[in-house]
C-alpha cells in the first residue's frame, strides 16, 4: 500500500515508484508500457517529471498522455513548458499544446496566444479561441469580444460559442457583470437559436430583479421558440422571482 506521509511528502514507497516509471520513459520500454507510466505520473508526477515529460511532447504517439501527466502537476514550471512548446510545435501536437494551455488557464500565455491568432491555420485558430475562453481573464475575455464585434474572417459561430464558453466561465468564477455583458453579445449575433437561448437563460438568471423585463418579453411573444424559452428561464428562478411574475409585477396582455 502506497502512503502519504504528513509533513514529508510523498513516502518511500511513491518515491520509488516515481523513480521507476520516470526510468521506464527513458528505457527502451513499449510504447504501451511508456503510456502507462504517463498515465501513473499524472497521479503522482512531481517538479521531477517535468523534464522526462517535456521530452515526450514532441512524440506523435506519447504527446497527448506526457501533456495530461503535465497537466496534473501543480506547478509554474509546467506552464512554462507548455509555453515554450508553442514555439516548436506544429500541426495536431501544437493544438493539443493550446488545449492544455486552455485546461490550466494560464494567463501569461494571452498575449502570445493572441500574436498567433492571425497567422495560424484554421484548426490551430479554433484551438486559441477555445483556450482563450477557458483562461477567462479580463485581457482573454475582452479579446475574443473584440473579435466577435469584428471577426476578420475568423467564424462568427466559432467566436460566438467562445465567448459563450467564456461567460460561462467568468460566471462560474463570480465575475457576473462581465459575464451579463458577453451574454448580450452573444445574443446580437445571428448564432444558431440553440446558443442564443442559452445566452439569454444566463443572463435571465444571473440578472435577477434586472432580468425580469427580458423574460417578460419571451413570455409575451407570439413566437412558440421564444415563448418556451420563456417558460425555461421561469423555471430556473428563485422562489421570490416565481412570486414577482405570479404577483403581477410582470404584466401580460391578452
Same mark, same amino acid.
Not at 491568432?117 to 484548426?123: A, G, L, Q
Given at each position: 500500500m502506497i502512503l502519504w506521509t504528513a509533513g514529508t511528502g510523498y513516502s518511500d514507497e511513491v518515491s520509488e515508484l516515481h523513480t521507476i516509471l520516470t526510468s521506464e520513459l527513458t528505457s527502451e520500454a513499449s510504447l504501451h508500457d511508456k503510456g502507462v507510466a504517463c498515465r501513473r505520473l499524472a497521479v503522482i508526477g512531481t517538479d521531477d517529471s517535468i523534464p522526462i515529460l517535456e521530452k515526450l511532447l514532441s512524440d506523435v504517439e506519447l504527446s497527448h498522455l506526457a501533456r495530461v501527466a503535465l497537466e496534473a502537476i501543480p506547478?509554474?514550471?509546467? /506552464?512554462?513548458?507548455? !509555453?515554450?512548446?508553442?514555439?516548436?510545435?506544429?500541426?495536431?501536437?501544437?493544438?493539443?499544446?493550446?488545449?492544455?494551455?486552455?485546461?490550466?488557464? /494560464?494567463?501569461?500565455?494571452?498575449?502570445?496566444?493572441?500574436?498567433?491568432?492571425?497567422?495560424?491555420?484554421?484548426?490551430?485558430?479554433? =484551438?486559441?479561441?477555445?483556450?482563450?475562453?477557458?483562461?477567462?481573464?479580463?485581457?482573454?475575455?475582452?479579446?475574443?469580444?473584440?473579435?466577435?464585434?469584428?471577426? =476578420?474572417?475568423?467564424?462568427?459561430?466559432?467566436l460566438a460559442d467562445c465567448v459563450m464558453r467564456c461567460a460561462d466561465r467568468l460566471a462560474n468564477d463570480g465575475n457576473t457583470d462581465n459575464a451579463i455583458a458577453m451574454y448580450q453579445l452573444v445574443r446580437s449575433t445571428s448564432a444558431n437559436k440553440n446558443l442564443l /437561448? =442559452?445566452?439569454?437563460? =444566463?443572463?435571465? !438568471?444571473?440578472?435577477?430583479?434586472?432580468?425580469?423585463?427580458?423574460?417578460? /418579453?419571451?413570455?409575451?411573444?407570439s413566437s412558440d421558440s421564444q415563448f418556451a424559452s420563456g417558460l425555461q428561464a421561469a423555471r430556473l428562478l428563485p422562489a421570490d422571482h416565481d412570486r414577482a411574475i405570479c404577483g403581477g409585477r410582470i404584466k401580460f396582455t391578452a
Open positions: 506547478s509554474k514550471r509546467v /506552464d512554462a513548458v507548455f !509555453r515554450r512548446q508553442l514555439e516548436s510545435a506544429h500541426g495536431n501536437l501544437l493544438v493539443g499544446i493550446i488545449d492544455s494551455i486552455g485546461n490550466r488557464r /494560464d494567463a501569461e500565455a494571452v498575449p502570445v496566444l493572441l500574436r498567433m491568432v492571425p497567422s495560424s491555420t484554421p484548426e490551430v485558430q479554433a =484551438a486559441i479561441l477555445y483556450a482563450l475562453s477557458d483562461i477567462a481573464t479580463m485581457e482573454s475575455s475582452e479579446a475574443l469580444r473584440n473579435m466577435l464585434k469584428a471577426p =476578420a474572417g475568423l467564424s462568427t459561430s466559432l /437561448d =442559452a445566452a439569454t437563460l =444566463a443572463m435571465i !438568471r444571473l440578472s435577477k430583479e434586472a432580468g425580469l423585463p427580458l423574460l417578460a /418579453d419571451l413570455l409575451r411573444s
